[in-house]
């Protein structure tokens, strides 16, 4: 891991960094003893840069966490595929003409996917290699389909919160079911982009018994402010 930039917001560290070829962004706190860290992923659409993703990692860091994000395969500012690039085109098509869509999503986020996962990882290892920063580890995200994989895969999240507010392949909403770490779902009523029955099949479908749905009226971008801080609470009760 190679830092290419810093600065100091405040109390909060932020460092550019690459790790081969995965670009990324760790804030950290002033703190003497180790912090738990956050994996905070954008959905596969944004790059790490996101205001919005950004403004939630400085609050989140400066509540005591290491808070870090990547540009994974496909994602961000990382090339895409042929293949992601055509399904793009074929997805901003059919939702013009007001066609099903589902079909075109299944065919390039799962690989996304599949191939954010080993970046997530690797990054990961990194991370917790650097000294002032210790475990547990949290996911929070509106990179569902993202956390529920890597909550499955990855036995070193403690718990994540998930933002119903993206397209959830089939294979991760079957595997909702092994996702047993403790768990904040945030759910849009009225998303223009997700079904909320969809949404609470999924939250109903979780296999841990210690989740906790929070919905608010309002559209995809709509979710107030406070649940950022609802957010950091529920890190608090798990990771410290």
Known sequence: MQ????????????????????????????SAAPV?????????????????????ARY???????????????????????????ARTELRRAMQAGEPVDEIFESFIGPLVENAVPDWRTTL?????????????????????????????????????FFAGGYVPRAQREEAGQVTIPLLFLLQWDDEGNPRERALELFDAFGTKEKTLHANL???????????????RFLDRHLK
């Open 218 to 232: 309002g559209g995809h971008t709509g979710t107030p402010w406070f649940e950022l801080e609802d957010g950091c």
């Open 125 to 161: 290892d990194a991370l917790l290699a650097l000294p002032g920063i210790g475990g547990p580890v949290g996911y929070s995200g509106g990179w569902t389909a993202l956390g529920i994989r890597l909550a499955v895969v990855e036995p070193r999240i403690k718990a994540a919160g």
């Open 60 to 86: 989140t860091a400066a509540r005591g966490y290491a808070v870090a994000t990547i540009d994974a395969a496909g994602c961000g500012e990382r090339p895409r595929s042929a293949a992601d690039e055509q």
């Open 3 to 30: 830092f290419t930039s810093e600065r100091l917001d405040g109390n909060v560290l932020e460092r550019e960094f690459t790790l081969g070829e995965i670009p990324g962004t760790l804030w950290t706190p002033e």
């Open 36 to 56: 738990p860290l956050v994996l905070m992923a954008h959905n596969n659409g944004l790059p790490k840069s996101d205001p919005r993703l950004v403004a939630r």
